[in-house]
């Protein structure tokens, strides 16, 4: 059997052998094999297919490695990978010890820049690009692929603006394809959208930061992308190329259905129709909770806001975005500006849910600090996809957020043991608190299928007892109780398990009470072990000079990267088989 033109290319530079006739029968075979591969072992779809003419046009162009390509955010680099000898391996893509589904500076040379939250690109690769001109490689070329949803962060402007008074060699290519994971929003994007219909009447915003602007080119014909890279080449300084794709191309189901295709399971590769779910009625995702929680509260409290930065789906504001859409917004990816745009609500009375995913939260630590804590504005902080996510891996993971909040003065923590105390805690914060409050919430389904109670007030600051044993007493916080119940149950266990609920203010009564209690105290958490639930726990227990033991389990002092949430508890000694192992020894 002949070989595929696919199958010869071990590297760029055996792409770069190839006549330009043999391009477009690549780019045919390397969309099939994306959708083959990910139709059964999932992932992020669209992003790479809409990207597979430009992917290949870059590598033939430019000289790879040594040329520096950076894919921001990294949903899109599928097609990378493959091309730069990771194809016989790319069935691996996010599992565990398998390949990064996002560039991996450690996994190959090719992936010079390691991404997976967006906007990050342009001064990665301006760096990359400065310190090119310093040695003298001034003919070294960096590229920066960004898409029209990131390059409207303001990281991106940052780079943006101090690139523009540079002499770098730096290409910013726009992948302008109207969509991130959800539709782009914002005056950018109807800029940006006027530049293709070519009505736009203000001065070009790039030629005008000091660019060298070049497009809008199609980015799936193959012929003018080349043709404009070979000039693009040739051109000194910072440059900026605005491309078109369409996200999901070659695939008509996942064309049409942007957002579903942007990561959409498994699927049947001809049709693109997904493998229908099982339909036996399950708990629901602790982010439709969120959702409806927060439209059914709206209903009642008309002061209530939702903020999300760029995820309405994947947070589920998208149902009061529906309902209550001059109350409910979408800012784009700029989670400084959600974090400061609440604060600013809040001054004026608004009730205002900000919903982030935890990971996210991170990139506005300082919002969180300087204009919501020190001003003890009630912000109502939800975060999704708390502690270990599963196969997106180390850029993903939110468990860092208990301890980068937990030194915050006036933030009130908690994390909700399943999805009724989610709803219970969102209806007691929006009845009024005295300080902002964090609550934070794991990815994935619940535990119960009726979970649409009669709302209960909660008391701040109070944990309490779930079951009552001997001498050994373990203390949960948030969703991990589940493993640890089902750990005591399988061992039978004689021991007590408090589920603390606060992180913060800690019921210091009880953790009396339990001290002068128990022999042994072993505290579980999803998060960091440095800095969360077992530090203060910890730092307490010395404080009232307990003589018992304490064991604290969590996320260990590295970074858990990509593989099934099972196996991340299993690798954090935090799965029911590691619980059910130790309780054994406490028994």
Known sequence: MQKSILDTILSPADLRALAPEQLPVLAQELRRFIIDIIATKEGHLGASLGVVELTIALHYIFNTPSDNLIWDVGHQAYGHKILTGRKDIFHTNRQKDGISGFPNRGESIYDTFGTGHSSTSISAALGMAMAAGLKGAHNRHHIAVIGDASIAS??????????????????????????????????????????????????????????????????????????????????????????????????ALAEREQITYHAPGKFDATTGIRVAKDSTPQPPKYQDVFGHTIVELATLNKEIIGITPAMPTGSSLKYMIEAFPDRAFDVGIAEQHAVTLSAGLATEGMVVFCNIYSTFLQRAYDQVIHDVALQNLPVIFCLDRAGLVGQDGGTHQGVYDLAYLNCIPNLIIYAPSDEIALRNIMYTAQQGLDHPIAIRYPRGRGIHINWQLPFKEISIGKGYNVIKGKKTAVITLGSILKNVLAAVNEVNASCSVYDMGFLKPLDKALLDTIFTTYEHIITVEDGSKIGGLGSSVGDYAFAKAYKGSLTILGIPDTFIEHATVEQQYEEAGISVASLSLLLKNFA
Do not use: C, W
Not at 169 to 196: C, E, F, H, M, Q
Not at 236 to 248: A, E, R, S, Y
């Open 154 to 251: 303001g990281m991106a402007f940052e780079g943006l603006n101090h690139a523009g008074v540079t002499d770098a060699n730096l290409l910013v290519i726009l992948n302008d394809n109207a969509i991130g994971i959800d539709p782009s929003v914002g005056a950018l994007k109807r800029y940006l959208t006027n530049v293709k219909k070519g009505t736009a009447r203000e001065e070009n915003i790039f030629e005008a930061l000091n660019f060298s602007y070049f497009g809008p080119v199609d980015g799936h014909d193959l012929n003018a992308l080349i043709e404009v890279l070979q000039e693009l080449k040739k051109t000194n300084g910072p440059k900026f190329l605005h491309v078109i794709t369409t996200k999901g191309k070659g695939l």
